[in-house]
């Protein structure tokens, strides 16, 4: 048998087909790294957040559950969970990059609050619809957009 079968083998409940963590397993096995125990929490714990977060913001979290986890470790596997389309990247202008679920979430934009640092999601088939069209009359294809709108919450614009 192969090592990497070995190791898979080692790995104890088995996922739930087509959940984030047989993703993630399969992801990390069709590439010959290992599925740690870690890399497992830090699923668990980034699955349990909602929004928008930061990667010194999961390690906050992560601390709790895993007091010697290391900044790096967490901040690695959340680039793996990019990688195999559990997280998307974000960036909201200036600040530090941003982690949202991605896992069988629907495509939509954002509306980034400049004062308080909110963000609401929105959808809107208009604009993904006239985005399609420019794109098409510049013989573009298409493959992905971010649409971010800056401005101020309705709660920054009362103060
Ligand atoms: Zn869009
Ligand atoms: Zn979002």
């Known amino acids: 048998m192969a090592p990497r079968m070995s190791a898979?083998?080692?790995?104890?409940?088995?996922?739930?087909p087509g959940s984030e963590l047989e993703v993630l397993r399969?992801?990390?096995?069709?590439?010959?790294?290992?599925?740690?125990?870690?890399?497992?929490?830090?699923?668990?714990?980034?699955?349990q957040t909602s929004g928008h977060v930061t990667a010194e913001q999961l390690y906050e979290r992560m601390k709790q559950v895993d007091p010697g986890i290391g900044f790096t470790t967490v901040y690695r596997t959340l680039r793996v969970l990019c990688e195999c389309g559990l997280a998307q990247e974000r960036n909201f202008g200036h600040g530090p990059a941003r982690y949202e679920h991605a896992f069988s979430r629907r495509h939509h934009d954002h509306l980034v609050c400049v004062k308080c640092g909110g963000i609401i999601e929105f959808e809107n088939d208009?604009?993904?619809?006239?985005?399609?069209?420019?794109?098409e009359t510049h013989k573009f294809t298409l493959l992905d957009h971010r649409h971010e709108l800056y401005g101020h919450c309705e709660a920054c614009r009362r103060t």
């Open 126 to 135: 208009a604009i993904e619809q006239i985005q399609r069209q420019v794109a």
């Open 8 to 16: 898979t083998a080692k790995t104890s409940a088995r996922p739930s």
């Open 26 to 47: 399969r992801y990390l096995y069709e590439r010959g790294l290992k599925m740690t125990t870690q890399r497992d929490r830090i699923l668990e714990v980034f699955l």
